[in-house]
């Protein structure tokens, strides 16, 4: 049995991988990255990872991607609106295989989630749902990462700027909901099998809240600015950002703004057997890594 992780080369999923290796019960030799480019995951290799080399959009090269009896992490694709036939080629190469455990990273709220970012998602549950995989859903909220990665434009305008009004957030650090999925992938046999598990922070911020803190953080002025949806997107337009891009930004603001990424179950701290990561310990790491 090995534990597989796909897309291991991504930011989530290299996360993963550093959370396995960093488990003494797991031995470097049990742990298998799927990935796209083998000089990209050299990294990994040279750690005594193994590598297996596929791509969600060449269902032929994800044959030999799994075995039976593996425990495979399906982390989400990045191409939005071809997410669903990659992850449809991954779920049947799994099934193929007979892999003991498909877990997934879906997003806050599973069937609930109320935001066209999430439709996706959406679908992906519910053909592994139809495939009769032994599943679990890591159903993750927003990576405070999100609006971190974003701190130039921020500090160079003095300006956090949203259509989200009020609503809040409650974040995590990428690696929290990395260490989530190490745990269920590493966890004792069928313990988490056929579970969903909605993943947020510990505490819900506002964006004024993070503009505060920003600015505490970083010793500059930065505000919160509110505008309305299609001022918004003007504004997001003007900053280069792809038209059908800008729309899924200003539409994630709405549903922040009605409270649907402010949801709180405890279910991310209690995987990962500590409080989550605050936004202001990432935002702090964002302006040091800058400097």
Known sequence: MSIVVTGATGELGRLVVDALLADPSVPAGSVVAVVRDKEKAAGLAERGVELR??????????????????????????????????????????????????????????PDADFDLAAEHKETEALILASGLPYTFLRNGWYSENYTANLAPVLAHGAVVSNAGDGRVASASRADYAAAAAAVLTGPAGEHLGRAYELSGDEAWSLAEYAAEVAARSGREVVHTNVPAAAHREILAGAGVPEFFA??????????????????????????????????????EALAAAE
Do not use: C, M, N, W
């Not at 922040?256 to 209690?270: E, N, P, Q, W």
């Not at 990962?272 to 702090?284: H, Q």
């Open 53 to 110: 080399i596929a791509d969600y959009s060449r269902p032929e090269t994800l044959a030999g991607a799994f075995g039976a009896g593996d425990r495979v992490l399906l982390i989400s694709g990045s191409e939005v609106g071809r997410r669903v036939p990659q992850h449809a080629a991954v779920i049947d190469a799994a099934k193929a295989a007979g892999v003991a455990q498909l877990a997934y990273t879906g997003v806050l709220g599973g």
């Open 247 to 284: 729309a899924i930004l200003v539409d994630v603001d709405e549903a922040i703004a009605r409270g649907s990424l402010a949801v709180r179950t405890g279910d991310l701290a209690r995987l990962i057997g500590r409080p989550t990561t605050p936004v202001g310990t990432t935002i702090g």
